[in-house]
């Protein structure tokens, strides 16, 4: 479970002062997948860059099944799985080298680790790609390297930063598809979108931050039920009270 709790941060440089969280509060479920939506700039990267321990927070908290992220950075890194908004690949490495390599950051070993990896190769079906260097990588391929060694660890949550920017229809459908088996699981998975389609079709709950603070939150039919509207991008627009940041 993940738990943010009145946070607040603010970014000051000579000319200008952006307050990017302004008291954000919200908690996502095990067994449920919560989507953050909101226009540019409305927190949400900011946010999600608190949970993994890349930024601190001036203000609040952040909670990993129960962990607190400032207080035991490590602890709650352990419990959680990481797909950012830039994925970078170590090219010279195959996709097995790397998928190894964070489950030795991980702390696997032996024959655990390779079960593990064997596990997420299958799992994301890429034992035809495992063994080749990553240079030259199509954008499904490095998604699902990605994906993979995030995953290797098995943690009990998964943030994710806009995952389908950049996929095709296919790859978009094998990430769906695991986050749905990996919800199956009991898991908790928070991901941030611009894509209404895709928040509606997939999350069991919906957070709307809009200048750095929550706007709504429900279901994607308890949003629509509180705009009064059928389509859940209709609702967006009036809960944040602007079109800005909407992608069909
Ligand atoms: N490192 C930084 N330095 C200065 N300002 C920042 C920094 N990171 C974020 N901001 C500002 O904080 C605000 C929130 O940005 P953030 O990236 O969290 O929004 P977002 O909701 O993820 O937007 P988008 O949908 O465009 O990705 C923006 O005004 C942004 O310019």
Known sequence: MIEVNNLHKTFKSKKNTVVALDGLSFTAKDGEITGILGPNGAGKTTCLRTLYGLLEADEGSAIIDGISVTEQPLAARAKLGIFPDKFGLYERLTAYEQIDYFASIHGLQGAAKKSAIEQVIKDLDMEALAHRKTAGFSQGQRMKVTLAQ????????FVLDEPTRGLDVMSTRVLREYLSRFK??????????????????LCDRVIIVSNGKLAAQGTPQELCDLAGKTQLEDAFVKLIGSDEGVAA
């Open 184 to 201: 199956e699981k009991g898991h908790c998975i928070l991901f941030s979108s611009h894509v209404m389609q895709e928040v509606a079709a």
């Open 150 to 157: 995030a995953l290797v660890h098995q943690p009990q949550n």
